[in-house]
Protein backbone atom coordinates (compact mmCIF):
# COMPACT_ATOMS: atom_id res chain seq x y z
CA UNK A 1 0.00 0.00 0.00
CA UNK A 2 0.82 3.67 -0.59
CA UNK A 3 1.10 5.96 2.40
CA UNK A 4 0.27 9.32 2.19
CA UNK A 5 1.65 11.95 3.80
CA UNK A 6 0.12 15.15 4.57
CA UNK A 7 2.03 18.24 6.24
CA UNK A 8 -0.86 20.86 7.43
CA UNK A 9 0.04 23.90 10.57
CA UNK A 10 -0.32 22.37 13.80
CA UNK A 11 -2.93 25.70 14.89
CA UNK A 12 -4.83 26.19 11.67
CA UNK A 13 -4.96 22.72 9.28
CA UNK A 14 -6.18 23.06 6.01
CA UNK A 15 -10.04 21.48 6.00
CA UNK A 16 -9.65 19.89 2.37
CA UNK A 17 -6.97 17.79 4.50
CA UNK A 18 -8.85 17.17 6.88
CA UNK A 19 -11.61 15.77 5.13
CA UNK A 20 -10.15 13.19 3.49
CA UNK A 21 -8.61 11.65 6.51
CA UNK A 22 -11.99 11.90 8.06
CA UNK A 23 -12.95 10.28 4.98
CA UNK A 24 -10.11 7.31 5.37
CA UNK A 25 -11.29 6.61 8.78
CA UNK A 26 -14.59 6.46 8.31
CA UNK A 27 -14.13 4.09 5.45
CA UNK A 28 -12.50 1.94 8.11
CA UNK A 29 -8.64 2.60 6.85
CA UNK A 30 -5.90 3.90 9.33
CA UNK A 31 -4.35 7.56 9.31
CA UNK A 32 -1.21 8.52 11.73
CA UNK A 33 -1.80 11.94 13.10
CA UNK A 34 0.18 14.06 15.94
CA UNK A 35 -1.55 14.78 18.93
CA UNK A 36 0.29 16.86 22.25
CA UNK A 37 1.94 13.80 23.70
CA UNK A 38 3.19 11.64 20.67
CA UNK A 39 1.77 10.89 17.23
CA UNK A 40 -1.19 8.07 17.19
CA UNK A 41 -2.40 5.60 14.92
CA UNK A 42 -6.05 5.95 14.68
CA UNK A 43 -9.10 3.98 13.86
CA UNK A 44 -12.90 4.30 13.91
CA UNK A 45 -13.03 3.21 17.37
CA UNK A 46 -16.43 1.62 16.64
CA UNK A 47 -15.54 -0.83 13.97
CA UNK A 48 -14.11 -3.21 15.10
CA UNK A 49 -12.36 -4.38 11.99
CA UNK A 50 -10.33 -0.99 11.31
CA UNK A 51 -9.52 -1.57 14.98
CA UNK A 52 -8.17 -4.64 14.76
CA UNK A 53 -5.89 -3.55 11.61
CA UNK A 54 -4.16 -1.20 14.12
CA UNK A 55 -3.11 -4.24 15.73
CA UNK A 56 -1.41 -6.05 12.81
CA UNK A 57 0.30 -2.85 11.49
CA UNK A 58 1.82 -2.23 14.46
CA UNK A 59 2.60 -6.33 15.11
CA UNK A 60 0.83 -5.31 18.45
CA UNK A 61 -0.57 -8.18 20.92
CA UNK A 62 -4.03 -8.28 21.19
CA UNK A 63 -4.12 -8.22 24.30
CA UNK A 64 -3.22 -5.10 25.37
CA UNK A 65 -5.96 -2.24 24.65
CA UNK A 66 -6.54 0.90 22.91
CA UNK A 67 -7.07 4.29 24.32
CA UNK A 68 -10.05 6.39 22.46
CA UNK A 69 -10.03 9.40 21.63
CA UNK A 70 -12.71 12.05 21.75
CA UNK A 71 -13.19 15.61 20.55
CA UNK A 72 -16.25 16.62 23.83
CA UNK A 73 -16.81 15.24 27.12
CA UNK A 74 -20.41 14.38 25.48
CA UNK A 75 -18.88 11.59 23.05
CA UNK A 76 -17.64 9.96 26.20
CA UNK A 77 -21.23 9.30 27.49
CA UNK A 78 -21.58 6.53 24.70
CA UNK A 79 -18.31 4.72 25.31
CA UNK A 80 -18.78 4.76 28.93
CA UNK A 81 -21.29 2.80 31.62
CA UNK A 82 -21.23 5.69 33.62
CA UNK A 83 -19.30 8.69 34.03
CA UNK A 84 -18.82 9.33 37.80
CA UNK A 85 -18.75 12.63 39.33
CA UNK A 86 -14.71 12.56 39.68
CA UNK A 87 -13.98 11.52 36.64
CA UNK A 88 -16.26 14.77 35.04
CA UNK A 89 -14.20 16.70 37.57
CA UNK A 90 -10.97 15.45 35.92
CA UNK A 91 -12.23 15.89 32.44
CA UNK A 92 -13.54 19.69 32.78
CA UNK A 93 -9.92 20.40 34.55
CA UNK A 94 -8.06 18.57 32.23
CA UNK A 95 -8.89 17.93 29.01
CA UNK A 96 -8.19 18.93 26.21
CA UNK A 97 -5.00 17.38 27.58
CA UNK A 98 -2.99 14.46 28.83
CA UNK A 99 -5.14 12.52 30.62
CA UNK A 100 -6.13 9.26 29.86
CA UNK A 101 -9.15 7.88 31.82
CA UNK A 102 -9.92 3.76 32.39
CA UNK A 103 -13.72 4.07 33.31
CA UNK A 104 -16.11 1.09 32.95
CA UNK A 105 -17.20 0.38 29.06
CA UNK A 106 -20.60 0.61 27.12
CA UNK A 107 -21.65 -1.79 24.94
CA UNK A 108 -20.85 0.83 22.02
CA UNK A 109 -16.87 0.00 22.59
CA UNK A 110 -16.15 -3.40 20.39
CA UNK A 111 -14.05 -6.08 22.62
CA UNK A 112 -10.85 -5.63 19.70
CA UNK A 113 -10.42 -1.73 21.38
CA UNK A 114 -10.60 -3.12 25.19
CA UNK A 115 -9.09 -6.34 24.88
CA UNK A 116 -12.18 -7.64 26.42
CA UNK A 117 -11.51 -5.89 29.23
CA UNK A 118 -15.01 -4.59 31.20
CA UNK A 119 -13.14 -1.27 30.81
CA UNK A 120 -12.08 1.93 28.33
CA UNK A 121 -9.78 4.10 28.23
CA UNK A 122 -10.46 7.49 27.14
CA UNK A 123 -9.32 10.80 26.60
CA UNK A 124 -9.14 14.11 24.81
CA UNK A 125 -6.24 15.24 23.19
CA UNK A 126 -4.87 18.71 23.42
CA UNK A 127 -3.88 19.55 19.65
CA UNK A 128 -5.86 20.81 16.81
CA UNK A 129 -5.06 18.88 14.07
CA UNK A 130 -6.15 15.53 16.39
CA UNK A 131 -9.71 17.40 17.34
CA UNK A 132 -9.95 18.35 13.86
CA UNK A 133 -9.65 14.78 12.45
CA UNK A 134 -12.03 13.10 15.02
CA UNK A 135 -14.55 15.75 14.23
CA UNK A 136 -14.10 15.17 10.73
CA UNK A 137 -13.97 11.36 11.20
CA UNK A 138 -17.30 11.65 12.88
CA UNK A 139 -16.62 9.46 15.51
CA UNK A 140 -14.23 9.00 18.25
CA UNK A 141 -10.95 7.38 17.41
CA UNK A 142 -8.63 4.52 19.00
CA UNK A 143 -5.44 5.26 18.80
CA UNK A 144 -2.03 3.63 20.30
CA UNK A 145 1.03 5.23 19.89
CA UNK A 146 2.05 5.46 16.09
CA UNK A 147 5.21 3.38 16.53
CA UNK A 148 5.89 -0.51 15.49
CA UNK A 149 5.68 -2.48 18.40
CA UNK A 150 8.07 -2.54 20.85
CA UNK A 151 9.92 0.64 19.27
CA UNK A 152 10.06 4.45 20.71
CA UNK A 153 6.53 6.29 20.79
CA UNK A 154 6.98 8.16 17.71
CA UNK A 155 7.30 12.31 18.31
CA UNK A 156 7.14 13.22 14.52
CA UNK A 157 6.13 11.84 11.29
CA UNK A 158 9.06 10.66 10.26
CA UNK A 159 9.75 8.14 12.91
CA UNK A 160 5.73 6.79 11.81
CA UNK A 161 7.37 6.94 8.39
CA UNK A 162 10.54 4.62 9.37
CA UNK A 163 7.99 2.40 11.48
CA UNK A 164 4.92 2.15 9.35
CA UNK A 165 5.44 3.04 6.27
CA UNK A 166 3.70 1.08 3.96
CA UNK A 167 1.05 -0.79 6.09
CA UNK A 168 -1.60 2.34 6.91
CA UNK A 169 -3.36 4.87 4.32
CA UNK A 170 -2.33 8.22 5.88
CA UNK A 171 0.14 10.18 7.72
CA UNK A 172 -0.75 13.59 8.88
CA UNK A 173 2.42 15.74 9.85
CA UNK A 174 1.91 18.41 11.81
CA UNK A 175 5.81 18.89 13.42
CA UNK A 176 6.98 17.38 16.65
CA UNK A 177 4.82 16.30 19.03
CA UNK A 178 5.02 19.06 22.33
CA UNK A 179 5.22 17.16 25.18
CA UNK A 180 6.91 13.92 23.98
CA UNK A 181 5.54 11.12 26.23
CA UNK A 182 2.81 9.56 26.17
CA UNK A 183 -0.29 10.86 28.38
CA UNK A 184 -0.96 9.65 32.33
CA UNK A 185 -2.96 7.08 32.62
CA UNK A 186 -5.29 6.87 35.83
CA UNK A 187 -7.72 4.17 36.82
CA UNK A 188 -10.79 5.44 37.97
CA UNK A 189 -12.67 1.85 38.42
CA UNK A 190 -11.42 1.80 41.90
CA UNK A 191 -12.03 2.86 45.19
CA UNK A 192 -8.73 4.98 45.55
CA UNK A 193 -7.99 5.84 41.43
CA UNK A 194 -4.24 4.01 40.34
CA UNK A 195 -2.02 5.47 38.01
CA UNK A 196 -1.47 3.02 35.47
CA UNK A 197 1.03 5.05 33.44
CA UNK A 198 2.60 8.64 34.51
CA UNK A 199 2.35 11.16 32.26
CA UNK A 200 2.40 14.65 31.52
CA UNK A 201 -0.22 15.58 34.00
CA UNK A 202 1.30 15.07 37.61
CA UNK A 203 -0.09 13.11 40.69
CA UNK A 204 0.60 16.21 42.89
CA UNK A 205 -2.27 17.96 40.15
CA UNK A 206 -4.67 14.79 40.39
CA UNK A 207 -4.54 15.20 44.08
CA UNK A 208 -5.43 18.78 44.19
CA UNK A 209 -8.53 17.90 42.70
CA UNK A 210 -9.93 14.37 43.61
CA UNK A 211 -7.85 13.40 46.50
CA UNK A 212 -5.88 10.26 47.02
CA UNK A 213 -4.66 9.11 44.27
CA UNK A 214 -2.04 6.02 44.21
CA UNK A 215 0.20 4.88 42.12
CA UNK A 216 0.45 1.41 40.67
CA UNK A 217 4.03 0.05 41.80
CA UNK A 218 6.42 -0.88 39.13
CA UNK A 219 6.87 -4.61 39.88
CA UNK A 220 3.39 -6.55 41.04
CA UNK A 221 2.38 -10.14 41.65
CA UNK A 222 -0.35 -11.28 39.56
CA UNK A 223 -1.78 -9.91 36.35
CA UNK A 224 -0.99 -6.17 35.55
CA UNK A 225 -3.85 -4.18 35.97
CA UNK A 226 -2.90 -2.24 32.40
CA UNK A 227 -1.81 -4.59 30.19
CA UNK A 228 0.68 -2.46 28.26
CA UNK A 229 3.05 -2.70 31.52
CA UNK A 230 4.02 -5.92 31.19
CA UNK A 231 5.64 -5.39 27.69
CA UNK A 232 9.49 -3.93 27.42
CA UNK A 233 8.62 -0.30 25.90
CA UNK A 234 10.52 2.08 24.16
CA UNK A 235 13.52 0.15 24.00
CA UNK A 236 16.09 0.07 21.55
CA UNK A 237 17.91 -2.70 20.06
CA UNK A 238 21.39 -2.47 21.98
CA UNK A 239 21.05 -3.46 25.71
CA UNK A 240 20.75 0.32 27.84
CA UNK A 241 22.16 0.33 30.74
CA UNK A 242 20.60 3.15 33.43
CA UNK A 243 22.76 4.78 35.33
CA UNK A 244 20.59 6.69 38.33
CA UNK A 245 22.00 7.93 41.73
CA UNK A 246 22.40 11.03 44.32
CA UNK A 247 23.91 13.50 42.21
CA UNK A 248 25.18 14.24 38.41
CA UNK A 249 28.71 13.65 39.17
CA UNK A 250 28.25 10.06 40.89
CA UNK A 251 26.20 9.55 38.24
CA UNK A 252 28.91 10.42 35.39
CA UNK A 253 32.10 8.92 37.30
CA UNK A 254 29.99 5.68 37.33
CA UNK A 255 29.32 6.08 33.35
CA UNK A 256 32.54 6.56 32.45
CA UNK A 257 33.50 3.48 34.55
CA UNK A 258 31.32 1.24 32.81
CA UNK A 259 31.69 2.67 28.82
CA UNK A 260 35.65 2.05 29.72
CA UNK A 261 34.76 -1.01 30.64
CA UNK A 262 32.68 -2.36 27.95
CA UNK A 263 35.43 0.02 25.17
CA UNK A 264 38.05 -2.13 26.91
CA UNK A 265 36.54 -5.32 24.99
CA UNK A 266 35.94 -3.62 22.32
CA UNK A 267 32.40 -3.19 22.31
CA UNK A 268 30.71 -0.22 20.68
CA UNK A 269 29.68 2.06 23.33
CA UNK A 270 26.89 4.77 22.65
CA UNK A 271 26.11 7.05 25.33
CA UNK A 272 22.64 8.79 25.71
CA UNK A 273 23.01 11.65 28.42
CA UNK A 274 21.70 15.49 29.47
CA UNK A 275 23.26 18.37 27.31
CA UNK A 276 24.88 19.11 30.51
CA UNK A 277 26.52 15.93 30.81
CA UNK A 278 27.81 15.64 27.37
CA UNK A 279 31.12 17.77 28.14
CA UNK A 280 31.90 14.52 30.25
CA UNK A 281 31.98 12.00 27.56
CA UNK A 282 33.70 13.50 24.32
CA UNK A 283 35.78 10.61 23.54
CA UNK A 284 32.67 8.71 23.10
CA UNK A 285 29.90 8.62 20.63
CA UNK A 286 27.08 10.72 22.77
CA UNK A 287 23.43 11.31 21.99
CA UNK A 288 21.51 13.85 24.06
CA UNK A 289 18.14 13.93 25.50
CA UNK A 290 17.83 17.35 26.47
CA UNK A 291 18.56 19.53 29.59
CA UNK A 292 18.24 18.14 33.25
CA UNK A 293 17.80 21.81 34.38
CA UNK A 294 14.37 21.83 32.35
CA UNK A 295 12.58 18.02 32.60
CA UNK A 296 10.12 19.26 29.84
CA UNK A 297 12.68 18.78 27.67
CA UNK A 298 13.92 15.59 28.30
CA UNK A 299 10.22 14.46 27.41
CA UNK A 300 10.52 16.36 23.91
CA UNK A 301 13.87 14.93 23.11
CA UNK A 302 13.67 11.14 25.03
CA UNK A 303 12.51 9.30 22.55
CA UNK A 304 14.27 10.78 18.84
CA UNK A 305 17.22 10.33 21.59
CA UNK A 306 16.58 6.70 22.02
CA UNK A 307 15.97 6.49 17.84
CA UNK A 308 19.40 7.94 17.76
CA UNK A 309 21.29 5.83 19.64
CA UNK A 310 19.50 2.55 17.69
CA UNK A 311 20.63 4.06 14.20
CA UNK A 312 24.19 4.47 15.51
CA UNK A 313 24.40 0.51 15.94
CA UNK A 314 25.98 0.20 19.17
CA UNK A 315 26.44 -3.16 21.26
CA UNK A 316 26.00 -1.06 24.50
CA UNK A 317 24.02 2.29 25.32
CA UNK A 318 25.16 3.75 28.97
CA UNK A 319 22.19 5.94 29.76
CA UNK A 320 22.22 9.01 32.32
CA UNK A 321 19.27 8.73 34.38
CA UNK A 322 16.63 11.39 35.10
CA UNK A 323 15.34 12.25 38.46
CA UNK A 324 11.78 11.68 38.97
CA UNK A 325 9.46 14.36 40.41
CA UNK A 326 6.95 15.81 38.29
CA UNK A 327 7.41 15.91 34.39
CA UNK A 328 10.73 13.48 35.79
CA UNK A 329 8.46 11.24 37.06
CA UNK A 330 6.86 10.28 33.41
CA UNK A 331 10.84 10.48 31.62
CA UNK A 332 12.33 8.68 34.83
CA UNK A 333 9.63 5.47 33.99
CA UNK A 334 10.33 5.78 30.16
CA UNK A 335 14.07 5.86 30.69
CA UNK A 336 13.74 2.52 32.68
CA UNK A 337 11.33 0.70 30.55
CA UNK A 338 14.11 1.22 28.25
CA UNK A 339 16.60 -0.30 30.49
CA UNK A 340 17.96 -4.01 30.18
CA UNK A 341 19.74 -2.96 33.79
CA UNK A 342 19.50 -0.26 35.84
CA UNK A 343 22.68 0.89 38.02
CA UNK A 344 22.44 2.90 41.47
CA UNK A 345 25.25 4.14 42.75
CA UNK A 346 25.40 6.29 46.29
CA UNK A 347 28.46 6.88 46.74
O1 LIG B 1 -0.47 9.97 24.93
C1 LIG B 1 -1.01 8.90 24.67
O2 LIG B 1 -1.68 8.27 25.50
C2 LIG B 1 -0.82 8.34 23.24
C3 LIG B 1 -1.53 9.28 22.28
C4 LIG B 1 -1.54 8.74 20.87
O3 LIG B 1 -2.82 9.55 22.73
N1 LIG B 1 -1.36 7.01 23.16
C5 LIG B 1 -0.73 5.94 23.71
O4 LIG B 1 -1.37 4.73 23.47
O5 LIG B 1 0.28 6.02 24.36
P1 LIG B 1 -0.68 3.32 23.74
O6 LIG B 1 -1.62 2.33 23.18
O7 LIG B 1 0.69 3.32 23.22
O8 LIG B 1 -0.71 3.19 25.30
C6 LIG B 1 -1.96 3.03 25.97
C7 LIG B 1 -1.74 2.44 27.35
C8 LIG B 1 -1.26 1.01 27.28
O9 LIG B 1 -0.31 0.80 28.32
C9 LIG B 1 -2.55 0.22 27.55
O10 LIG B 1 -2.30 -1.05 28.13
C10 LIG B 1 -3.29 1.14 28.49
O11 LIG B 1 -3.00 2.45 28.03
N2 LIG B 1 -4.74 0.92 28.43
C11 LIG B 1 -5.57 1.11 27.38
N3 LIG B 1 -6.82 0.74 27.68
C12 LIG B 1 -6.79 0.32 28.96
C13 LIG B 1 -7.77 -0.21 29.87
N4 LIG B 1 -9.05 -0.37 29.51
N5 LIG B 1 -7.36 -0.54 31.12
C14 LIG B 1 -6.08 -0.37 31.50
N6 LIG B 1 -5.11 0.11 30.69
C15 LIG B 1 -5.46 0.43 29.45
MG1 LIG C 1 2.59 2.82 22.89
Given at each position: MKTFYWRVDAFQPDDRIMDRAGFIIRQGGLVAFPTETVYGLG????NAAAVERIFTAKGRPADNPLIVHV?????VYSLVAALPDRALKLARAF???PLTMVLPRS????DAVTAGLDTVAVRMPAHRVALALINAAGTPIAAP??????RPSPTTAEHVRQDLDGRIEAVIDA?????GVESTVLDLTTAVPVILRPGGVTRRRLMELIGNVAVHPEKTEG????????YRHYAPGAPVILVEGASAALVRNKMRELAAGFAGRGMKVVILASSESA?????YRCVTYGRHAEPATVAAGLYDALRRCDELAPDVIVAEGVEPGGMGTAVADRLRRAASEIIKVTR
Amino acid sequence: MKTFYWRVDAFQPDDRIMDRAGFIIRQGGLVAFPTETVYGLGADALNAAAVERIFTAKGRPADNPLIVHVRSIEQVYSLVAALPDRALKLARAFWPGPLTMVLPRSREVPDAVTAGLDTVAVRMPAHRVALALINAAGTPIAAPSANASGRPSPTTAEHVRQDLDGRIEAVIDAGPAPVGVESTVLDLTTAVPVILRPGGVTRRRLMELIGNVAVHPEKTEGPPRSPGMKYRHYAPGAPVILVEGASAALVRNKMRELAAGFAGRGMKVVILASSESAGYFRDYRCVTYGRHAEPATVAAGLYDALRRCDELAPDVIVAEGVEPGGMGTAVADRLRRAASEIIKVTR
